[in-house]
């Protein structure tokens, strides 16, 4: 037990890995840092080192995932059980409903102010489905102020809500100016394209690093949504400042960036919220939009607020 009278773990026949298994972690690893190098390519992030890791997890980090997780899944189970008959109810209905336009207004969804208020005919061969991304900033400043916590309990919420669910989820972190070999780090936790129960636990290895450039992780996860085969997808970025990378990916230069980002990819069927949860909230509302703007002021309501949000979308 610990020194609080919360037991500790240890784990007495550890799992063995066959070699398999593992070179087909290696294989999918190689395949994320060609694809995101390839993405990056043809963008102002070309000449930045950039490498795509693909965490591990240890006994500490199930323990940590046990401690956050005990008071988040009753609300997200309650959350869910909330939503799935709505879904079942969608998916059997002939009107496809939050559409820009259509040929019936739906009243109740006026409420929400994002404009999708009509229902259409749906085809026989289609059917309502959302792939969300989940990018988070492991910038140094995460760690001050309770908002890496707040960062982890939201992505444990957002994560256990898509497996009850069945949603497809990624959720991505990164940094930048690790070194001079890695100005750009990209920390996979968990990705729709290999899923592993186990992934719940690398999410623990989110913290706080160095510096910031959002521009290119968007990039890279907007890139990887758009080739889902989901109707709707959806990127949050859970921020606490505004970017900032060496050598001069800053301010305006950094901004636009951002901004050509978002447009490029909602040109694509990208949709893009940010979920600013630091002192650059102004900023960050600026940079994206008021419209794809999410206050954080309660980081305790916010794993809550982030998974009604994302059933919102279903």
Aim: contains cysteine; hydrophobic residues 35%; glycine residues 6%.
């Amino acid at each position: 037990m610990g020194e609080d009278g919360s037991p500790k773990y240890h784990q007495a026949n550890p799992e063995t890995i066959s070699e398999d298994a593992l070179q087909k972690d290696r294989d999918f690893r190689k395949k994320l840092n060609r694809d995101a190098r390839e993405v990056v390519s043809k963008s102002i992030h070309k000449g930045v080192k950039l490498i795509v890791h693909r965490p591990d997890y240890g006994l500490e980090n199930q323990q940590e995932y046990a401690n956050l997780s005990k008071e988040l899944m009753p609300i997200v189970r309650e959350i869910a059980r909330k939503t799935l008959p709505l879904l079942e109810h969608d998916i059997s209905s002939e009107f496809a409903r939050n559409h820009y336009y259509g040929s019936k207004f739906q009243a109740d969804s006026v409420a929400y102010r994002d404009f999708r208020y009509f229902s259409k005919k749906r085809p026989p061969s289609e059917s309502p489905s959302l792939v969300a991304g989940l990018r988070v900033d492991e910038s140094a400043s995460m760690s001050a102020f309770g908002r890496l916590e707040a960062a982890k309990r939201a992505v444990i919420a957002v994560y256990e809500f898509c497996q009850i669910c069945d949603i497809p989820i990624m959720v991505y972190g990164d940094t930048a100016d690790v070194s001079k070999l890695e100005q750009m780090s990209i920390f996979a936790y968990t990705d729709y394209d290999k899923p592993d129960s186990n992934d719940r636990f690398r999410l623990m290895g989110i913290r706080g690093r160095s510096n910031n450039r959002d521009g290119m992780a968007l990039r890279i996860i907007a890139d990887r949504l758009t080739v889902s085969s989901q109707q709707t997808k959806l990127l949050i970025s859970i921020s606490d400042g505004q970017p900032k990378a060496m050598d001069d990916y800053t301010g305006s230069y950094a901004v636009e960036d951002m901004q050509q980002t978002i447009a490029e990819y909602e040109r694509k069927g990208i949709t893009f919220l940010a979920a600013a949860i630091g002192q650059d909230k102004d900023v960050i509302s600026h940079i994206y939009g008021k419209e794809r703007f999410l206050d954080i002021t309660n980081l305790k309501e916010f794993p809550a607020k982030l998974v009604r949000i994302i059933a919102r979308y279903l």
